[in-house]
């Protein structure tokens, strides 16, 4: 609730993944245009729920995605908004930095996306990095301030599964980095928007 009511600028689509439905409805800002809750039975995961923002709003020219667990002080939205570029990784004044981060259609169209190997989450913004570097994709920091709760992955209450979760994807993680593998998974940005029906 503290994000949103953090929003002070114009948002034309806000979309929030819930993957932990728990009768939770979000109250929709002043200026959010349209707000889109989904619901979901299961979790999908940090990667699984970034791609599929991306899938749901495959015209969009970015993606500015953030944690639940963020704030955004006055005018860092509008200082993003004015950043944007859909040739880069654009990560917000935050720590971690992918708390808080664009990425730009070219971006998807040249690396693809997350890869839900890794799950529910660690080390997929990992990946995406090494691959986007394989790329040649600019990494640019925004003078955007954003306050952060550090990590409710951490501070869930589940030490055994996340100590088990860190490791498996660590291992993922670095056999995907030494195979040199830069794929994300099968579903194509450009595919999408050339076979539409919308």
């Known amino acids: 609730d503290r994000m949103l009511a953090s929003i002070d600028y114009p948002v034309q689509d806000l979309m929030i993944i819930d993957n932990k439905p728990d009768g939770w409805e979000p109250a929709k800002p002043e200026s959010v245009q349209r707000i889109f809750h989904i619901q979901l039975p299961?979790?999908?995961g940090v990667a699984?729920?970034?791609n599929?923002?991306?899938?749901?709003s495959p015209f969009a020219p970015s993606w500015l995605i953030v944690n639940d667990d963020v704030m955004f002080e006055p005018g860092a939205l509008e200082?993003?908004?004015g950043s944007l570029r859909s040739d880069a990784l654009q990560f917000m004044d935050v720590q971690p930095k992918w708390a808080a981060f664009a990425i730009g259609?070219?971006?998807?169209q040249k690396v693809g996306l997350f890869t839900e190997l890794m799950h529910p989450g660690y080390f997929e913004d990992n990946d995406y990095e090494r691959r986007a570097g394989a790329h040649d994709v600019e990494l640019e920091n925004i003078p955007a301030k954003v306050h952060h709760d550090n990590s409710s992955t951490l501070e869930s209450g589940f030490d055994i599964l996340n100590y088990k979760t860190f490791k498996a994807n660590q291992a993922t993680y670095e056999a995907r980095a030494a195979a040199e593998i830069l794929?994300?998974?099968?579903?194509?940005l450009a595919t999408r928007r050339d076979l539409s029906w919308d």
């Not at 259609?105 to 998807?108: G, L, P, R």
């Open 42 to 44: 299961q979790n999908l």
């Open 48 to 50: 699984g729920s970034w």
């Open 52 to 56: 599929l923002a991306i899938k749901c």
């Open 79 to 81: 200082t993003m908004a």
């Open 105 to 108: 259609e070219d971006v998807v």
């Open 183 to 188: 794929t994300g998974g099968e579903w194509d």
